[in-house]
């Protein structure tokens, strides 16, 4: 059990900026609130890139469209504290003002593989947690 909760200890202190601010808000009375939000966020951020794609892959691109779907990418990465998400999508708004398809299509990448880490390291820290509560601990881990 110390072994379990040592490892959730440093793995949660390895996510900091992705997950201390919104597990702060969990209490008892909603204990699966993270999970909850964090899944609404999986959910929305798949969504957002597949519309990303898709606008990219138009013949003559919708800016005003495409930006928009990273604004709304770049709040709900934000709400839930993924800086590198959030960082990504800043840069992909300025290829959207400038027009610039080549970028945009090279930020589209770097947001899929930014996402995709911060999407496993929150997936692998909600086993971890539900391993330490399933073998009878409590939160708050310190």
């Known amino acids: 059990m110390e072994q379990l909760q040592r490892k959730l200890a440093e793995y949660t202190a390895s996510l900091y900026n992705e997950y201390i601010q919104l597990q702060q808000l969990q209490d008892?009375?909603?204990p699966d609130f993270v999970v909850e939000v964090v899944s609404l966020f999986f959910e929305d951020s798949e969504r957002l890139l597949n519309e990303l794609a898709k606008a990219l892959n138009q013949?003559?691109?919708?800016?005003?469209?495409?930006?928009?779907?990273?604004?709304?990418?770049?709040g709900s990465s934000s709400s839930i504290g993924a800086q590198r998400v959030q960082r990504v999508c800043i840069a992909f708004r300025n290829y959207c003002d400038?027009?610039?398809?080549?970028?945009?299509?090279?930020?589209?990448?770097?947001?899929?593989?930014e996402y995709t880490l911060v999407k496993n390291k929150l997936e692998t820290l909600f086993k971890l947690e539900k391993q330490f509560v399933d073998a009878g601990g409590s939160f708050p881990v310190v």
Request: aromatic share 2%; charged share 30%; glycine share 2%.
């Open 28 to 30: 008892e009375s909603n």
């Open 98 to 113: 400038e027009r610039n398809v080549e970028g945009c299509l090279k930020c589209l990448q770097q947001v899929k593989n």
């Open 59 to 74: 013949t003559n691109v919708d800016y005003k469209k495409l930006d928009a779907h990273v604004h709304q990418l770049k």
